[in-house]
């Protein structure tokens, strides 16, 4: 299940980071389907471009065409920002008959005929002169606090909207507006952890159950995507170790008592892919990462060595090999709202992360298999 989650996940990564998205180049009157690829270097835009027959990209000039765009999703205007410069790339932020651009991480109004800029409040002398310039743009004709203005691209696009509306102006808004949604989920899980104890040069494996009570918090981000998720929260455990287990010797067996408890305490991150999400079936493929805190006491656990007939018994101790443990997991999550939207089942398995210290006389914890009920709330 791990090399599943992790090839999916970088397939599906790979796909959102490196696709280059279909969009278009006005150039006068003509208007051309391409493979568009927009860069920031500098503090200046570059914009890429292939036809879509073709492999290699063409570097496109501001003063060869008029905007590039994806419908929907961002757009940049060629725009000569002052009398003296040539034509270059703004990222335009809204647009309509009063458009927002941004160039050089500071921003204009722009309409068919004029430009406006907007100076970042870098130091005293400027820091009110753009609210000042939006209030000379816009006080006549619409009722807002100006000085409430920030500079940023959503702040500055609120007196914008309402104008148009007001007007009944078409308008675009390229903002991304990031809609967030979450849930809180109280996990219940019982399963069973791999111990180790070192005695001398022997190591004795056995297994102990374990009761585990964890609090979740899953965000969701479906403007993004709407099949992955991410999660966080806090975990306690206890693992009870009561075994009579055995290891071969050259000329014999050797058997160790093992009876300890062991607490832990930790936090957790996931990642979250919805394979199937509706009405119907819930189908989660998590992997994560926990960063836990042990706790035990020391002990004493008694050791037979058989060697023929005879049986050597001796009593060793036994402590922690660690206080800190780094793990990997895995788990397969299924809900039926259909039947109850609040309750959901998850089978999944933990592996510490890095090597544990091979020192006598230490008891450490290796894989977990579990069960999980989770009540989403």
């Known amino acids: ?52 027959h073709d492999v290699q990209m063409n570097s496109l000039t501001a003063p060869n065409a008029n905007e590039v765009f994806v419908p ?3 757009k940049f205007i ?11 790339w703004a990222k335009c932020i809204f647009e309509g008959e009063y458009s927002l651009l941004e160039y050089r991480s500071e921003y204009y109004i722009v309409t068919a005929t004029e430009v406006f800029h907007l100076p970042a409040p870098d130091d005293k002398n400027n820091r009110n002169k753009y609210s000042g310039i939006m209030t ?15 500079y940023s691209a959503k702040s500055l696009v609120e007196p914008l909207i309402i104008y148009h509306k007001k007007n009944n102006l078409p308008y675009f808004d390229y903002n991304s507006y990031l809609t967030v949604s979450s849930s809180n989920f109280v996990e219940a899980n019982l399963g069973t952890t791999h111990g180790f104890y070192l005695a001398d040069l022997n190591k004795y494996s056995f297994d102990g159950q374990s009761l585990g009570l964890a609090f979740n918090k899953t965000f969701l981000f479906p403007d993004w995507s709407k099949k992955l998720g991410l999660s966080t ?32 305490a930790g936090i957790v991150g996931a990642i979250d892919f919805y394979v199937v999400d509706n009405a119907t079936l819930t189908i989660m493929l998590e992997a994560g990462v926990e960063y836990a805190r042990l706790f035990s006491s020391d002990t004493e656990v008694r050791i037979e060595q058989e060697r023929g007939n005879i049986v050597n018994t001796t009593i060793k101790p036994a402590s922690l090999n660690q206080n800190y443990l780094i793990s990997q997991f895995d788990r397969l999550i299924i809900g039926v709202p259909k039947l109850n939207e609040s309750i959901l089942v998850g089978l999944g398995a933990k592996f510490p992360v890095g090597t544990n210290s091979e020192e006598a006389n230490e008891f450490g914890i290796g894989q977990s298999l579990w069960l999980s009920v989770f009540y989403k709330f």
């Open 136 to 150: 000379m743009l816009f006080f006549s004709k619409i009722d807002y606090n100006y000085r409430s203005l920030d």
């Open 1 to 52: 299940m791990k090399s599943f989650i992790v090839i999916l996940f970088l397939i599906f990564f790979t796909k959102i980071i490196y696709a280059q998205p279909k969009g278009y180049i006005v150039a006068g009157n003509d208007t051309t389907n391409v493979i568009l690829s927009v860069k920031k270097k500098h503090q200046e835009y570059t914009v890429n471009f292939r036809r879509l």
């Open 233 to 264: 929260g806090v975990t306690l455990n206890a693992v009870f170790f009561d075994e009579y287990a055995k290891t071969k010797l050259v000329n014999g067996n050797a058997y160790v008592d093992f009876k300890n408890t062991l607490y832990s």
């Open 78 to 88: 060629s725009v000569k920002l002052d009398s003296l410069g040539n034509n270059v």
């Open 72 to 74: 929907g999703q961002w």
